[in-house]
């Protein structure tokens, strides 16, 4: 069955880094714990897992923001946890914790017992992709994601989030080898988990490395950044519309690396609140008709808990710090794509974001008409 | 009483950017819950608190370290959360957590109860200072320190450690002109502390700036650079002996930044694991002849979790990014003060400190040798 023609492609334009009306937008974890609207099908789910194994409820969900804010884009509503799920290791999620493993890769023999899972595990995940696309009936284009390899292992190694990393980190500097085999079959498990998506109607695709910010130079490249290719490498390059898909990189915490990150095999790479949107565009945003990176970011999510008028303020702030936008629609440059620096927080208003939103689009606006 | 003079000075000379036959080192937090014997003043002592307020108790444990390892430096035994305790806010450790205070700032009448604590309420600090000093007996050079005000300031709002940051955050970006006055009021209470403290001997002082990594692009800049300037501007150049005194911040999470740092009124910059020194160096660390910073850091402390043999090559792949050492005696040029990018880990055996420490000083010495 064919999806719905794109009725808003300024998302996918910008990933492009072709020029655009006004600065695309749209907010990571905008289907949240904020909307009071998410916190009834939770509750009407009864859990996190309910609603993200439920085709229905995540469609639901994931449509949330949408009708509140004028977001330009869609993304899966799942959790990263999903993938170390499938490969036997048992998500459970209690309430006021975060997510936890119930079994850990921590020795030889947890190692030698990982391997692809059967993406028929993941299913409900495609099911979902593609209730969203149908539902989002082409008003805005769906992200697909996955953790990072190294995301994945941290959680699959210390079984819960941690402070210290004390333990993935541990396994790394003592026994590289088991590392690296860790994230060889997390990079080829989240490849064919992005092409699953892909296939069920993604239109781009992100991977979240989350936690990629907490390794220590040198190890970012070898553990992080080097498998974040792998995965990069075996992604299909066109959806089922036969549309490109383009590839987002996040790296919480990455900016130290963002010359290193140049050589990724994607279009759009993904700033904290740490970076600097300028010096980011210099070093890797292109130049008009050059090839380049589009930039995704990067305002600092607390910012939504200050009164409208500093949020306003704020959104002025990161879009001069990118600069002059990309107008010439002959030819490629510089595109920007206003994002948090990281996921929403629980305790945001949701007429605060309604706030940022508008401020995107209209000072935007302003900007390309100079 | 005139202080023994300095048998080791090779740590005060790299801070000067001055030639050593090895490189110096010392670890952050050397004197900690890793050693049984700390352990044991602990228990003697009954808190930490109980070791930090006695004179005896915090020189014994700051002295622990340096009969085990031959470092180059000792630091004051002390924790940051003495200023805000003497500002009023009533500190506690209760066991199994972390810090605690029990009065928060956070909104304008709390604020303007702030002041620069009378410096005679910490008196049992600078009394350590001048005992240590003695003990040490010109063996190594005493560090004195503080956090830096953001790091106070994220204390004080918070009333404990953050994994967010949230409250601190909300403050700032809604009202930032309470933030301002309470880093200000940090600011001048930080450089009286210091220069208390090198009024009792203290041969180099740091600031500690744990939490300025949590800050956007422009708020770092604007709400912990520059109360850091304004501390660095307030303190005293020459110490008891009549010898210079030097500045080291380091800011955790610092990398981004690196370039804005450059232009503050201190010796050294501290780096965490995510800066690569090669290009920290080439950035700031000056050449042979002309200004520049030395550089502190900056190994992950999780790889003293590794075997040994594992601990050294990173050692050397350490001493290696920072390329070859300064050997000119006849002038400055940029130079490296081993350390960790963090404190060290409670879980880290003693043997492995030992074999890093073994590492640094003959690897570098081989490194100068060619």
Chains 1, 2 share one sequence.
Request: aromatic content about 8%; some cysteine; charged content about 15%.
């Amino acid at each position: 069955m064919p999806f719905a023609p794109l009725a808003n492609d300024s998302f996918l334009r910008a990933c492009r880094r072709q020029a655009t009306d006004y600065t695309p937008l749209w907010l990571m974890r905008q289907a949240g714990r904020y909307l009071p609207e998410y916190q009834a099908s939770r509750a009407r789910a009864g859990s996190f897992m309910g609603l993200a194994t439920s085709v229905d409820y995540a469609t639901e969900v994931t449509l949330q923001p949408l009708e509140r804010f004028p977001l330009d884009a869609a993304i899966l509503f799942s959790d990263i946890l999903t993938v170390p799920d499938a490969m036997g290791l048992g998500l459970s999620f209690a309430e006021g914790e975060g997510p936890r493993l119930a079994k850990v890769v921590r020795d030889e023999a947890a190692v030698a017992a990982l391997a692809v899972p059967d993406m028929a595990r993941l299913r409900y995940v495609f099911d979902a992709v593609a209730s969203i696309r149908r539902a989002l009936n082409g008003r805005v284009p769906l992200i697909g994601f996955s953790g990072s390899p190294w995301t994945l292992a941290c959680y699959m190694v210390e079984g819960q989030g941690s402070d210290d990393y004390r333990l993935v980190k541990g396994l790394m500097y003592s026994r590289p080898d088991l590392m690296h085999r860790i994230l060889a079959i997390n990079a080829d498990t989240v490849a064919a988990y992005l092409n699953a998506q892909i296939d069920a109607g993604a239109q781009a695709v992100m991977v979240f490395d989350s936690w990629g910010g907490v390794l220590a130079d040198g190890a970012f490249q070898a553990f992080s950044l080097a498998y974040t290719a792998r995965v990069l490498a075996q992604l299909q390059r066109t959806g089922v519309d036969g549309s490109d898909v383009p590839r987002i990189v996040f790296t919480k915490g990455g900016a130290p690396w963002l010359q290193d990150m140049q050589s990724l095999d994607c279009q759009v790479l993904g700033l904290d609140w740490t970076a600097n949107l300028a010096s980011a565009r210099a070093l890797v945003g292109g130049a008009v008709g050059g090839p380049g990176k589009a930039l995704q970011g990067n305002i600092d999510p607390h910012v939504l808990l200050a009164p409208p008028a500093r949020i306003v303020q704020q959104v002025q702030q990161v879009l001069d710090s990118f600069g002059p936008p990309h107008t010439d629609r002959s030819t490629t440059g510089p595109t920007h794509i206003f994002n948090l620096g990281h996921g929403i927080s629980q305790f945001t208003p949701p007429a605060h974001v309604a706030a940022l939103v508008e401020a995107v689009h209209s000072y935007s606006r302003a900007q390309r008409q100079g």
